[in-house]
């Protein structure tokens, strides 16, 4: 059986720096969670914008159609 034996003077490491020491996975890693919490913010922000041109391009149909329509005539000669 083997046995460590610690010098008498040593600093603990913490578990979160033994990630970058033994080498860990990068998916263990804090950088790498923001690094994915930052893609889903700019994923939301991207919905809410392509959202809010959909509702201005409906918009701008809606006001078009109605012009287009107020623009006719009913007695048959455009």
Same mark, same amino acid.
């Given at each position: /059986?083997?046995? *460590?034996? /610690? ?5 603990? *490491? !913490?578990?979160?720096? /033994? ?8 998916? !263990?890693?804090?950088?790498?969670? &923001? ?22 391009n409906n918009v701008n149909?809606i006001v078009t159609t &109605?012009? @287009? ?5 009913? @007695?048959?000669?455009?």
């Amino acid at each position: /059986m083997n046995e *460590i034996k /610690m010098p008498a003077a040593f600093a603990e *490491i !913490d578990e979160n720096e /033994m990630v970058y020491l033994n080498g860990g996975s990068i998916t !263990d890693t804090e950088a790498w969670k &923001i690094f994915l919490n930052v893609g889903t913010l700019f994923n939301y922000v991207a919905r809410i914008f392509s959202a809010g041109s959909s509702i201005v391009n409906n918009v701008n149909v809606i006001v078009t159609t &109605i012009q @287009t329509l107020n623009g006719f005539k009913l @007695t048959g000669k455009n």
